[in-house]
């Protein structure tokens, strides 16, 4: 699986976009970028995921570049309860079902 | 549906021992996964199990085992604990193998005194 890099930790003012960036330069055509976050203690929340095209549900929206080397995960609307590690990972489900988890981005939500 | 559940959610065990912790996967559910946290390494990979089968291990010694029942429900056995072993393990349910998103449980938090 290919290898992400995210920025360790990152501030957003409540009400604000978030915007969670991830560098995933050596992915492969196959791979896929899953989001998940995981708040203190709790078992890791699913957010999204997508192989090329941007993608939006709910909870938030995945921009991948053309060239598929980094993504962006935005929270449109940020609070206080979206204070969580964030995790981005490259999984080709095709083959297994393990995720390997880097070390995320703290993302602090404050008022 | 409700989401993947474990039992115990906490357990104080001492070293030497042996531990069991259950998971129940969302209904329709066929897949599970195993995972261990701890600060240091962050998560890692156990195991994945379908239909009652081991198909994936990660890279940990053989006194972590694990299986799955034919209702889906999995269990994993920790033998002869070590103080390293004190973690939070995560189960994870997906609808098939290797295919499907996979959908995390509380997490039984094992103490190894």
């Known amino acids: 699986d290919a290898k992400t890099t995210q920025p360790t930790s990152m501030d957003c003012a409540e009400g604000r976009a978030a915007n969670l960036p991830c560098n995933h330069s050596?992915?492969?055509?196959?791979?896929?970028v899953y989001w998940y976050r995981q708040i203190h203690s709790q078992g890791p929340q699913y957010i999204i995921h997508g192989l090329k095209n941007n993608e939006t549900n709910e909870m938030a929206s995945l921009i991948i570049t053309e060239d598929r080397k980094s993504s962006t995960l935005i929270l449109p609307h940020a609070t206080l309860r979206d204070t969580a590690v964030y995790y981005c990972?490259?999984?080709?489900?095709?083959?297994?079902?393990?995720?390997?988890f880097g070390t995320g981005t703290r993302l602090q939500v404050t008022l | 549906k409700a989401g993947v559940t474990q039992t115990p959610r906490y357990l104080i065990k001492t070293r030497g021992q042996q531990v069991t912790l259950s998971c129940s996967p969302i209904?329709?559910?066929?897949?599970v996964s195993w995972y261990q946290q701890t600060p240091g390494q962050g998560l890692q990979f156990l195991f994945e199990?379908?239909?009652?089968?081991?198909?994936n291990k990660g890279n940990f010694p053989g006194r972590f085992s694990g299986r799955q029942f034919s209702n889906s429900r999995s269990e994993m056995n920790v033998s002869t604990l070590e103080l390293g072993d004190s973690a939070l393990y995560l189960c994870?349910?997906?609808?098939?193998?290797?295919?499907?998103?996979?959908?995390f449980g509380p997490g039984t938090r094992l103490t190894v005194l």
């Open positions: 199990y379908f239909s009652e089968t081991q198909r």
């Open positions: 050596t992915i492969s055509g196959n791979e896929y």
């Open positions: 994870a349910s997906s609808a098939g193998p290797a295919t499907d998103t996979q959908y």
């Open positions: 990972i490259v999984s080709n489900t095709g083959t297994a079902s393990k995720l390997t």
């Open positions: 209904s329709g559910h066929r897949s």
